[in-house]
Nanobody
């Protein structure tokens, strides 16, 4: 069993920055790929960014390319999401997720989830 705990959410003005963290505990040896997802009110949960164990495979959804950066620190079992030049449309609950899959973009393949952290961007 893997436990994930997100932190770093909050209220930020448009154009500002925020850094989300996700700490993993438990059977972390079973984690290979980690990702960030977000869910806005009344919408489905969408993929934001994914990173594999080595960090050599990274994916960003188009709307965050050039603004967000995903990274991980394996020694600390932590993954980060640096959010720069945020926009009101980035407002959502952000979830961290993990999977044993080598690299996947399928939300259904992520078996471990955090409780989510709220990010609100004011205009």
């Amino acid at each position: 069993q893997v436990q994930l705990v997100e932190s770093g959410g909050g209220l930020v003005q448009a154009g500002g920055s925020l850094r989300l963290s996700c700490a993993a505990s438990g059977r972390t040896s079973r984690i290979y790929t980690m990702g960030w997802f977000r869910q806005a009110p009344g919408k489905e949960r969408d993929l934001v960014a994914v990173i594999d164990w080595s960090g050599s495979n990274i994916y960003y959804t188009d709307s965050v390319k050039g603004r967000f950066t995903i990274s991980r620190e394996n020694a600390a079992n932590t993954v980060y999401l640096q959010m720069n030049r945020v926009k009101p449309e980035d407002t959502a609950v952000y979830y961290c997720a993990a999977t044993r899959d080598p690299f996947t973009l399928q939300i259904s393949n992520f078996g471990s989830w955090g409780q989510g952290t709220q990010v609100t961007v004011s205009s």
